[in-house]
Every structure is written in structure tokens, then in C-alpha cells.
């Protein structure tokens, strides 16, 4: 019963992370409000030396797990935004490390700069994230490479989400000027 009693102390506070996500209003895709943000993001990735698939696996060393990741702009300028649990999927997130890795994707080497969260708005993004990682069976990697084979195009966002009761991710493709959201199961 112990084990028992140790697994569902561990769940309640990830399930009140996620309710706190859901009430800040967090939404896992973008919004249409948002398609000039999107397309001038799309537009960019021309500029960038790195995949966002490069980007996961260089962010996903020892026990870090990449839990989303995104290209976008800042002040105008591409950077390229990993989030990651930083002592795994096993780990809750109260014991976990939730960190962001950004930088500039345009140089030759990715050289991005650590944030560990502490604000309520990124710890709860980063919560529910690391739930719905937790919750599937592949890593954003493997994701990444199953929509490559099917969809044509650069893939600049991966997000983790629940539909249906069921954990998929989100991921944004572009090509020729043109955004597409396609969800796969995790």
C-alpha cells in the first residue's frame, strides 16, 4: 500500500500544475490570431544552421529530456527555444529540474543560453508538459522523424498535448509559405 500511497502523492501535485496551465489559459497550439506571428516565423527558418530536431538532441543530454521546442522571434530575431525536465520523465516536477534552452540558430554552433524556471506561468507550462511526455511512449525526436517521413517541409514547433484523453504532440511544419498542423500520438 505504500507504493500505492508514494505514486498518487506524486501525481496530485502534477495534476494541479496542469489544472493551473488550463486556468492561466496556456493552450498547446497557436492560435489563427496569431498566423502573421507564425508565418514570420516561417519565413525566418531560412536564416537558421540548425534543425529543431538538432536543437532537441543537443538540448537532451545525460538525464534531460526535451519536453517542447520552437523556433521564434524574438526582438525580431530567430532563436530557437528548448524546454526540458532536466532530471527526466521520471522525475516529478516539483523534484525536477524545468529549464528553457534558447539562442540564436544561426551561427554554426548552437550556443543557447539556461533558464530554470521559477515564475508560476513557466513552471506550469513546463509541468503539464513533462505530464503528457511522461504519459506517452516516444520522445519529441522520434516524433519528429515519423512527421518528416509523411509531411514535407521544416518542422519549427513540437508541443505536447492531451486530445481525446490521449497524449499527442502538436507540431508545426512549413513550406512554401504555408504553415500545417499536424498531431501525432506520443
Not at 537558421?48 to 522571434?73: C, D, P, T, V, Y
Not at 517541409?153 to 512554401?176: C, D, E, M, R, Y
Request: proline residues 5%.
Amino acid at each position: 500500500m505504500k507504493c500505492k500511497e508514494r505514486q498518487d502523492f506524486h501525481v496530485f501535485p502534477l495534476i494541479a500544475a496542469i489544472v493551473v496551465a488550463g486556468w492561466l489559459g496556456w493552450q498547446p497550439a497557436r492560435a489563427e490570431g496569431d498566423s502573421k506571428e507564425l508565418q514570420a516565423v516561417a519565413q525566418a527558418l531560412g536564416k537558421s544552421k540548425l534543425s529543431l530536431l538538432a536543437g532537441i538532441r543537443q538540448a537532451s543530454q545525460g538525464s534531460a529530456q526535451a519536453i517542447s521546442a520552437k523556433f521564434e522571434l524574438e526582438d525580431g530575431k530567430l532563436s530557437l527555444s528548448v524546454y526540458t525536465a532536466g532530471k527526466g520523465l521520471a522525475v516529478p516536477a516539483e523534484k525536477n529540474v524545468l529549464q528553457e534552452l534558447s539562442g540564436s540558430p544561426e551561427q554554426d554552433t548552437w550556443t543557447p543560453q539556461t533558464e530554470v524556471f521559477k515564475d508560476v506561468p513557466h513552471v506550469a507550462r513546463s509541468a503539464e508538459q513533462l505530464v503528457v511526455m511522461a504519459l506517452g511512449h516516444k520522445s519529441l525526436a522520434a516524433v519528429i522523424a515519423e512527421v518528416r517521413k509523411t509531411h514535407p517541409g521544416t518542422v519549427f514547433s513540437i508541443t505536447p498535448a492531451i486530445k481525446n484523453h490521449k497524449p499527442v504532440a502538436v507540431v508545426l511544419i512549413a513550406q512554401k509559405g504555408k504553415v500545417t498542423t499536424v498531431t501525432q500520438p506520443l
